[in-house]
T-cell receptor, first 116, second 115 residues
Framework: KAGVTQTPRYLIKTRGQQVTLSCSPI?????VSWYQQTPGQGLQFLFE???????NKGNFPGRFSGRQFSNSRSEMNVSTLELGDSALYLC???????????????FGEGSRLTVL | GESVGLHLPTLSVQEGDNSIINCAYS??????FIWYKQESGKGPQFIID?????DKRQGQRVTVLLNKTVKHLSLQIAATQPGDSAVYFC??????????????FGKGTHLIIQP
């Protein structure tokens, strides 16, 4: 079974630009979560989607948005990039707890964004 | 605000010894806790989880202990191996009852295995 796939793996942008990151979850997983990882703040929850609906959202500004498609693939977008947005963006998929009995998240290898 | 934190940023142990990684959490309403391992250049990998109605759970070479009285979580790794070198994160669930949505992660402990 293929794991969580994130694209692109690396990208460089300049301040003010926008970026879209893509995530393909494990087949059969309907929940997709996004996390930002930085050396200073660690892993921080961005949002979670289930069946194309945003179910939970972390404490990030509105510049951070996401969506999920009918095939469970997800994208996140960051607009008007700032230097502080430089980070590793991790996507994780999971079975819904109600159906699986476990909340285990399967992470991709991340998209490393550098903002210059 | 609510937070999950780790006591030590770095832990160095001899190969073959047992390792204990600690974690303190502050949200008494959290009812689901997970340990993750992150190797360099990779995403976090699930190790073991525990629900608040349990105080101990064992896996293969790993044991998680939960002390709800003092809001403390620990991960014990038996007979550590070079492949155990990684950053270990504890995480708590903050949104849904028992689910893995919206996890709050600790800062991480870097486990170094000395030959």
């Amino acid at each position: 079974k293929a794991g969580v796939t994130q694209t692109p793996r690396y990208l460089i942008k300049t301040r003010g630009q926008q970026v879209t990151l893509s995530c393909s979850p494990i087949s059969g997983h309907r929940s997709v979560s996004w996390y930002q990882q930085t050396p200073g703040q660690g892993l921080q929850f961005l949002f979670e989607y289930f069946s194309e609906t945003q179910r939970n959202k972390g404490n990030f500004p509105g510049r951070f948005s996401g969506r999920q498609f009918s095939n469970s693939r997800s994208e996140m977008n960051v607009s008007t990039l700032e230097l502080g947005d430089s980070a590793l963006y991790l996507c994780a998929s999971s079975l819904d707890l109600a159906s699986s009995g476990t909340g285990e998240l399967f992470f991709g290898e991340g998209s490393r964004l550098t903002v210059l | 605000g609510e937070s999950v934190g780790l006591h030590l940023p770095t832990l160095s142990v001899q190969e073959g010894d047992n390792s204990i990684i600690n974690c303190a959490y502050s949200n008494s309403a959290s009812d689901y806790f997970i340990w993750y391992k992150q190797e360099s250049g990779k995403g976090p990998q699930f190790i073991i989880d525990i629900r608040s109605n349990m105080d101990k759970r064992q896996g293969q070479r790993v044991t998680v202990l939960l002390n709800k009285t003092v809001k403390h979580l620990s991960l014990q790794i038996a007979a550590t191996q070079p492949g155990d070198s990684a950053v270990y994160f504890c995480a708590e669930n903050m949104y849904s009852g028992g689910g893995a949505d919206g996890l709050t992660f600790g800062k991480g402990t870097h486990l170094i295995i000395q030959p």
